[in-house]
């Protein structure tokens, strides 16, 4: 944060990317809409579609990863490795139409820097076949397998009351029934594929992985849908001037809304940046979740909010 009122803030794009690489882009993506709201610059919409594209696309290797370090905590080493295979795809085709398989250095102040061609459509599209399929081997076990049900069903509960009292964000909330997802708000091009939220209502650690892998298979429809009905025209629109003013920005990472707070004094250096990661808002969330539990469910409770620990001590 001090780095990045030292920087142009066009290079604090790329600064920005590296507070978590596991979600990396909607971090750059969240600081440019901070950045363009100030400047009142409107996005292309080839360029809004791209951008939510790639953001689902970190959605679901951030979900896949989730998937296998769960899948390891219960010693289903097989399971850890199907996850790690389909996350694979994910990293495959972001190199492939960035250059880049985790920091993709493609959102830019105004656009993204990156278009796509039919080769990168099909590309991506083929993909999303392959991911269809590895979702299909991977989920059965991850929702229905008895030794799972045993070690998630019941396990780590918190109350709708409790989780929105102490400020849980994404699939936490979500698994207690809070509706609250920012990409109903319909930044980027969400409002215009009518995206819908996964909910569940038990508040345990099964709640909160029946979520994710719904979240998934909703991320993959969203990929699809953004790359099927691409616009045409431009990907970049032009950039005169310095931010001066201020903003806050609310945006849904994997883990849940992250929030950005940025201030321009007309200058190309920033007077103030400030990130709320969700790993930060879950984490009273988990203090209700770990009391009376067994001791070896503490890692899986722990597992079960996702917890990024570069975005939190950053």
Request: contains cysteine.
């Amino acid at each position: 944060e001090k780095l990045a009122e030292l920087k142009d803030f066009h290079q604090t794009t790329f600064l920005i990317e590296r507070i978590c690489g596991i979600c990396s882009f909607i971090h750059s993506q969240t600081y440019c809409q901070c950045i363009e709201e100030i400047m009142g610059i409107t996005v292309p919409p080839r360029a809004r579609y791209l951008r939510t594209m790639w953001a689902e696309l970190h959605r679901i290797h951030s979900h896949l990863l989730w998937a296998g370090l769960l899948a390891d905590a219960f010693g289903f080493e097989n399971l850890f490795m199907q996850g790690m295979r389909a996350r694979e795809l994910v990293l495959d085709t972001m190199e492939a139409t960035t250059g880049g398989r985790v920091m993709l250095g493609v959102c830019s102040v105004g656009g993204v820097r990156r278009d796509l061609d039919e080769a990168g459509i099909k590309r991506v599209l083929d993909a999303c076949d392959g991911l269809e399929r590895g979702f299909d081997a991977l989920f059965p076990t991850l929702a229905e397998d008895y030794s799972v049900k045993q070690r998630l069903v019941g396990v780590g509960t918190v109350s709708k009351a409790d989780a929105w009292a102490r400020g849980a964000v994404g699939p936490v909330a979500r698994a207690c029934g809070i509706a609250e997802d920012r990409r109903t708000d319909g930044y980027a091009a969400y409002g215009e594929l009518g995206f819908k939220p996964a909910i569940a209502s038990a508040g345990d650690c099964y709640a909160r992985s029946t979520v994710r892998l719904d979240e998934m298979r909703e991320s993959l429809r969203l990929v699809r849908a953004a790359i099927t009905a691409l616009p045409p025209g431009e990907i970049q629109a032009p950039v005169r001037g310095n931010p001066d003013g201020e903003v806050v920005m609310r945006t849904e990472q994997p883990r849940g809304e992250v929030l950005y707070y940025v201030s321009g004094n007309g200058t190309k250096q920033l007077d103030r940046l400030r990130v709320r990661t969700p790993t930060f808002a879950n984490l009273m969330p988990l203090l209700a979740m770990l009391p009376g539990c067994q001791l070896a469910d503490v890692p899986v409770i722990v597992l079960s909010i996702d917890p990024c620990i570069s975005c939190t001590e950053r």
